[in-house]
């Protein structure tokens, strides 16, 4: 073979290299799925491209995933028949970290102080085709690209910082398009090239991956063939004549190769949900999204009639890292397909409003066209009714959270999402009925544990037509304003808003079951037991003491009244009825500073 042309690696991944060959990983078995879900990456992207632009698949119209093993050379081959690379692909690919898991891996290193981090992190996030060092010393990769008339190879050596290409003259080795990748297994870890080990783990790593796998297996069948007669039978059969002359026969197994199917190619989201169970929605969620605990909760639907999609929606269990999660919707999040072929992961914004982009799935429609771009998705009226009912699928499955016999399940909710909802009252009137039910707040009755406004309503005086809110800092200062002292001599409860975006939220959900939120800081709060008469004497007597009171204190106040709001303190500072409260006010002037 004719020498390479010799690259260096980008200087990262140099770093991830020495991170893998150096550290021992007790699941060094990721690496066989890293490279099937390449494998299954590259064949999507052949199908998506074939859909415009047939002429891809003259070469070979199979698309599926072949891994052949040499168990006395310890050597894996992983074959795929898609969508290959070209001599700068190669160098773009595998010599630099792009925009990969790879990338996040490392950020994720950088991020975790904790040197035991790394084992951990591998499973969590993968690092991508540098995995096959994990088991390999030596990797080689054969590609042809259908958009070159060239076959090239890469080569690449543990614990080196180069790596080399060069064109693959072979004939023997030309493959139609696709990539074949070679791994030489490292002296402890030949045990991987056993076919049925490599079987097993494609069962348990790859049950979701959409194109066939096949693996190169020795079978067997049963044949009877005929043996000489042994004598000493042969005498007693003289004898005993009755009995018809058998011949003689011994059933010997015939050994041969050859491809076995080893997972299951249709897509879960196409079976009948009755017949999915959640542990199985549950590894297809985990495999699918690189996580690694159980969703909170999933919901498998069809809808058929005017717009026909297929989905599963799942909750993850925690709030992706980083706040940008809420304000960049562009958490790849959804997997679109159409007509069962991957589509793209870069249309959350389209499917789902961006509160509610923390929630995870796949949709499969039929309905859209192949060649779907954002402006199409944008302009459709199809995604409008398929957002509509995403959406309210999400609600439900929220809502079933929260009527879990586990409470638990829903604080978890809410200590990761509850922010989301809050932001949902701001940016989405239209599905205020579906969210206000979900809202979770501290009261004056419930310190500890949070109400939902439907306990707040129960709990309410007959005579009480509205709700009572105070927005503060803290619970402790909520409950020591002097505006409280009144409602809780009458027993009302009041509701502690104390994150700074409750009382926005509050604010543009107006009213819940046609009862309005009341900010007991404004003035004019009427506790329904208005006496015009008292009113009346205490006018005459203390209006003089206003208008003094008023004059010394001029500007800083707008107006000085007689109040029936307090019941021991002499007196008290209120929000007029149209301008900020005292909190909104705290607020702004954060934001500001
Ligand atoms: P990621 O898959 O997250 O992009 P990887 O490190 O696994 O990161 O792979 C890097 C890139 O190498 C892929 O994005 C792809 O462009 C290319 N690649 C890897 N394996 C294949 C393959 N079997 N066929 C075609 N391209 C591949
Ligand atoms: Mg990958």
Not at 39 to 52: E, G, N, P, Q
Not at 210 to 238: C, H, L, M, N, R
Not at 526 to 553: A, S, V, Y
Request: aromatic share 10%; net charge negative; hydrophobic share 35%.
């Amino acid at each position: 073979p004719s020498v390479g042309e010799k690259y260096e690696y980008q200087a990262e991944v140099s770093r991830l290299m020495d991170l893998i060959v150096n550290s021992l990983y007790s699941n060094k078995e990721v690496f066989l799925r890293e490279l099937i879900s390449n494998a299954s990456d590259a064949l999507d992207k052949l199908r998506f491209l074939s859909v415009t632009d047939s002429e891809l698949l003259k070469d070979a119209s199979d698309l599926d995933i072949r891994i052949q093993t040499d168990k006395d050379n310890g050597i894996i081959h992983i074959i795929d028949s898609g969508i290959g690379m070209t001599r700068q692909e190669l160098i773009d690919c595998l010599g630099t970290i792009a925009q990969s898991g790879t990338a996040k891996f490392l950020k994720a290193l950088k991020d975790s102080k904790d040197a035991g981090a790394d084992n951990n992190l591998i499973g969590q996030f993968g690092v991508g085709f540098y995995s096959a060092f994990l088991v390999a010393d030596r990797v080689v990769v054969s590609t042809k690209s259908p958009r070159s008339d060239k076959q090239y190879v890469w080569e690449g050596e543990a614990n080196a910082s180069s790596y080399t290409i060069r064109e693959d003259t072979d004939p023997e080795n030309h493959i139609p398009r696709g990539t074949r990748l070679t791994l030489y297994l490292k002296r402890d870890d030949k045990g991987f090239a056993h076919p049925e080990r490599i079987q097993k783990l494609v069962k348990n790593y790859s049950q979701f991956v959409s194109f066939p796998i096949y693996t190169w297996q020795e079978k067997g069948y049963t044949k009877e063939v005929e043996v000489d007669e042994d004598p000493a039978e042969a005498k007693k059969d003289e004898q005993d004549d009755t009995t018809e002359k058998k011949k003689k026969t011994k059933t010997v197994v015939e050994k041969y190769w050859d491809w076995e199917l080893s997972n299951e190619t249709q897509p879960i989201w196409l079976r009948n949900p009755k017949e999915v169970s959640t542990e199985e929605y549950n590894e297809f969620y985990k495999k699918t999204f690189n996580e690694y605990l159980e969703p909170l909760a999933s919901s498998h639907f069809t809808t058929e009639g005017e717009v026909e999609f297929r989905s599963i929606l799942y909750v993850p269990a925690i709030a992706a890292t980083g706040k940008d999660d809420i304000v960049n919707p562009k958490t790849k999040n959804i997997r679109l397909h159409v007509k069962r072929v991957f589509i793209s992961d870069d249309f959350d914004g389209e499917l789902f409003p961006r509160y509610l982009s923390f929630v995870k799935g796949v949709v499969d429609s039929n309905d859209l066209p192949l060649n779907v771009s954002r402006e199409i998705l944008q302009e459709s009226r199809i995604v409008r009714i398929m957002r509509k009912r995403l959406v309210r699928k999400a609600f439900d499955m929220i809502l079933g959270i929260s009527m879990s016999e586990n409470r638990e399940d829903y604080e978890k909710f809410w200590d990761n999402f509850g922010k989301h909802l809050k932001l949902g009252c701001i940016e989405d009137r239209e599905n205020h009925k579906r969210i206000a039910p979900l809202l979770r707040f501290f009261s004056s009755q419930s310190e500890e544990d949070m109400i939902s406004l439907d306990e707040y309503v129960e709990n309410m005086k007959p005579e009480q037509k509205d709700i009572y809110f105070i927005a503060s800092d803290s619970i402790t200062s909520a409950r020591n304003t002097p505006f409280l002292e009144r409602l809780l001599e009458k027993d009302l409860e009041v509701l502690f808003l104390v994150d700074p975006i409750d009382e926005v939220a509050i604010q543009n959900l107006k009213s819940y079951k046609e009862k309005n939120f009341i900010d007991i800081t404004k003035e004019d709060l009427d506790l329904g037991d208005k006496n015009e008469e008292k009113e009346k004497i205490m006018k005459q007597e203390f209006g003089q003491t206003c208008d003094w009171i008023k004059k010394r204190l001029g500007d800083k106040v707008a107006s000085v009244q007689i109040s029936n709001r307090l019941s021991s303190s002499p007196c008290v500072l209120v929000s007029g009825k149209f301008g900020w409260s005292a909190n909104m006010e705290r607020l702004m002037k954060s934001q500001t500073v």
